[in-house]
């Protein structure tokens, strides 16, 4: 069973900056796509960032594009979101998720495991 445990949430002033890891409990990089999803009260869990194993591509949704970068550092099973110009519309819960098939689509139906999530708050 693959483990993973997000850390880097916490509170953060609009425009500021937050950077999100995950860490994975055995090798993940040549078989599993990596992706960051968020839940907002009361809306659906999205898909925010995912990097693909079967293509090598990365995905970012629409509304994070230009201001989240997702990069993965292999030797230490970890995945790394960083978050820059952040928006009160970002505040949201943020989970770390795998799918074990590697296909590329950042959907959360596609993803098997999941992190317990990490709360990201933006408020002045």
């Known amino acids: 069973q693959l483990q993973l445990v997000e850390s880097g949430g916490g509170l953060v002033q609009p425009g500021g900056s937050l950077r999100l890891s995950c860490t994975a409990s055995?090798?993940?990089?040549?078989?599993?796509?990596i992706g960051w999803f968020r839940q907002a009260p009361g809306k659906e869990r999205e898909g925010v960032s995912c990097?693909?194993?079967?293509?090598?591509?990365?995905y970012y949704s629409d509304s994070v594009k230009g201001r989240f970068t997702l990069s993965r550092d292999n030797a230490k099973n970890t995945v790394y979101l960083q978050m820059n110009s952040l928006d009160p519309e970002d505040t949201a819960v943020y989970y770390c998720?795998?799918?074990?098939?590697?296909?590329?689509?950042?959907?959360?139906?596609?993803?098997?495991?999941w992190g317990q999530g990490t709360q990201v708050t933006v408020s002045s």
């Open positions: 055995r090798i993940t990089s040549n078989y599993y796509s």
């Open positions: 998720a795998a799918d074990r098939y590697g296909r590329r689509w950042c959907s959360v139906a596609e993803y098997d495991y």
């Open positions: 990097i693909s194993a079967s293509d090598g591509n990365t």
